[in-house]
């Protein structure tokens, strides 16, 4: 309860009436509510959360202190006719979440409304991880780790990607995990060289090196990992490059302290890398957030205003990718600690540990 008891002293402190929150995953973080078709309205005084006839019984057990409002029609008109009962003439929303079309109803039904659009209210408490959330996300690492493991043995000349990416989403559920957290990559050999490659039915083929970016979602937190395995001796290139994506993502973790500026993370990745002469080959942030979504903030790249804070869990991902040849991306999750950071992810990734 502590982050509504803080909304509505911003509300208080900023002079307006209330604060809808359409966003999906704010919703859940605020009230605990685990369902979704849902909008909740904060104000100074009660609060109400919006809902239809699937949800009314869930929302009276998950969230039984505030009013629930039972929509007949749809969930706008409930909306408004409880502003205009209110008499809110101020009114927060979430700007990347309220569509055009709800948001002119809104202005078109409540008479003398201002609409204050916002971003980033509800996401700046879900910067810094609680001791909770970071047992969470954890949770959601090992799950990813254990099913990696148990995949492994099937990398192969001759397995398909999507058979691989298929078995890694039934062990990550086998492991305790309630899905992938995202869609699966799973690329072998050239196929490698696009960041976020699909899946497809190519088999993998000798002197392969497969790629696979994989998580786990435990209790609605996510994890997020990449790494390299190769199926036979890993060539002179590849020993090359990939030591050096290493020796990258160790620099970056290396300055990741509070009080240093996410970009200044992302430069001693990238800095190392272009001075390897593959600069242009890493085109992509150093990493993002993650938490109930697998892309949050803080975001980790050279274009950053974010200071980092001690509770921030971030992922740490410098990459060479070079078209026709291949990609290798080494992903970790870290925790913001009071002098440093703790690596939250433990998948080998040293050489001699990546052939299968």
């Known amino acids: 309860m ?21 966003n999906e995953i704010n919703i859940q973080y605020v009230t605990g509510f685990t369902g979704n078709e849902s909008v909740f309205l904060v104000t100074l005084g009660n609060d109400y959360f919006f809902t239809d006839f699937r949800y009314i019984e869930q929302a009276q057990q998950e969230v039984p202190w505030v009013k629930i409002v039972e929509r007949k029609n749809s969930i706008i008109k409930a909306i408004c006719e409880k502003l ?10 979430e700007s990347c979440f309220l569509t055009i079309s ?43 780790g254990r099913a990696y493991q148990c995949i492994k043995r099937k990398i192969r ?21 309630e899905k992938s957290s995202f869609e699966i990559i799973c690329a ?30 435990f209790q609605f937190y996510k994890s997020d990992l990449t790494r390299i395995c ?23 973790i290396d300055a990741v302290k509070p009080g240093r500026m996410a970009r200044d993370v992302d430069f001693a990745a990238r800095g190392y890398i272009e001075k390897k002469g593959f600069g242009r080959c890493f085109g992509h942030g150093l990493g993002h957030g993650i938490g109930r979504e697998v892309h949050e903030v803080p975001i980790i790249n050279k274009r950053s205003r974010e200071m980092l804070k001690e509770g ?16 290798i991306r080494i992903e970790d999750i870290v925790l913001v600690t009071n002098d440093g950071c703790t690596v939250l992810s433990h998948v080998p990734k040293n050489l001699p540990e990546l052939v299968k």
């Open 2 to 22: 502590h982050i509504l008891n803080s909304l509505k002293e911003k509300l208080k402190k900023d002079k307006v009436g209330g604060f809808l929150i359409t």
């Open 84 to 93: 205009k009962r209110l008499r809110i003439k101020k009114l927060y929303v």
């Open 102 to 144: 709800q948001y002119s109803e809104i202005k078109d039904s409540v008479s003398g409304i201002r609409i204050l659009p916002s971003k980033g209210i509800v996401e700046e408490y879900r910067k810094q991880k609680t001791t909770h959330e970071i047992i969470k996300i954890q949770k959601a690492i090992d799950i990813a």
């Open 157 to 177: 000349p001759g397995i398909s990607e999507k058979s691989l990416a298929d078995s890694l989403e039934y062990e990550i559920r086998k492991q305790g995990g």
């Open 188 to 217: 072998a050999g050239t196929h490698a060289s696009k960041p976020h490659a699909r899946v497809t039915d190519r088999k993998i083929q000798e002197k392969d090196a497969v790629l696979i970016d994989w998580g786990a979602s």
């Open 230 to 252: 190769f199926t036979d001796r890993i060539s002179p290139k590849y020993k090359e490059i990939y030591q050096i994506v290493l020796d990258a993502q160790r620099f970056a």
């Open 312 to 327: 921030m869990v971030f992922t740490v991902e410098p990459g060479i990718y070079i078209p026709g040849w291949g990609g």
